[in-house]
């Protein structure tokens, strides 16, 4: 079964300092990742995606993931924080059966001036 | 990107009453569409598979006649919150998966903007 952990549930960043959101994955089988920013009353918009090509995953917005299988890991950073990147953060495996998203449980950020 | 359009965005209905959210893909087929559900503050749980001309396949603990979903043709399907009591109010959203130029393995989801359903 495929799953993932986020694994801080809050984040508080000061503008201009680097990002960090953690996120770990179970997966039977070579896994696709995904993280989504969701704005307040707002739907999904996807960041960025892993699907077995590079390691090092570029998004939108700056952000950028690395998928660690080691580590089973699969954290999305962004070096500098903007007021507008104040949001929940999801991530997300795929059940390559079935196509499911299976969603982690969110981590806010908090950007402060 | 593909477009995946819900609609309403909001709607307040009296309860016991009935309401119909509709998901439609604009611009791709899709033969299958998946609707969540997110209580305030919470992440997206997975509430059923919507199947183009088949029964939707319901989660655990989703009941089935409380939440009506129907996928009559490929660029449509509907969830339909039957006799509405205020704890249905939430977050519905839907999505459709697409794999570009059949590549399976590079399947992707794409959601729609969300419903949120208020039930007074």
């Known amino acids: 079964a495929q799953s993932v952990t986020q694994l801080d549930s809050h984040v508080s960043v000061s503008e201009g300092t680097p990002v960090l959101l953690r996120c770990n994955y179970s997966?039977?089988?070579?896994?696709?990742l995904f993280w989504y920013v969701q704005h307040p009353n707002k739907g999904l918009q996807l960041l960025l995606k892993y699907t077995s090509a590079a390691t090092l995953v570029k998004g939108i917005n700056g952000f950028e993931a690395e998928f660690k299988k080691s580590e089973t890991s699969f954290h999305l950073t962004k070096p500098s924080a903007h007021m507008s990147d104040a949001a929940e953060y999801f991530c997300?495996?795929?059940?390559?059966?079935?196509?499911?998203?299976?969603f982690g449980t969110g981590t806010r950020l908090k950007v402060l001036a | 990107g593909a477009v995946v359009s819900q609609h309403p965005s909001r709607v307040i209905c009296k309860s016991g009453t009935s309401v119909k959210i509709e998901c439609r893909s604009l611009?791709?087929?899709?033969?299958?569409m998946f609707w969540y559900r997110q209580f305030p503050k919470q992440s997206l749980m997975l509430m059923a598979t919507?199947?183009?001309?088949?029964?939707?396949?319901?989660e655990q603990g989703v009941e089935k006649d409380k939440f009506l979903i129907n996928h009559a043709s490929l660029t449509l399907s509907t969830l339909t919150v039957t006799s509405a009591h205020p704890e249905d109010s939430s977050f519905y959203i839907c999505?459709?998966?697409?794999?570009?130029?059949?590549?399976?393995?590079?399947?992707?989801?794409?959601f729609g903007q969300g419903t949120r359903l208020t039930v007074v």
């Open positions: 611009d791709f087929q899709a033969t299958t």
């Open positions: 997966s039977s089988y070579s896994p696709s």
């Open positions: 919507s199947n183009e001309g088949s029964k939707a396949t319901y």
């Open positions: 997300v495996v795929s059940d390559p059966g079935t196509y499911k998203y299976i």
């Open positions: 999505s459709a998966t697409i794999s570009p130029l059949g590549d399976v393995s590079n399947t992707e989801a794409f």
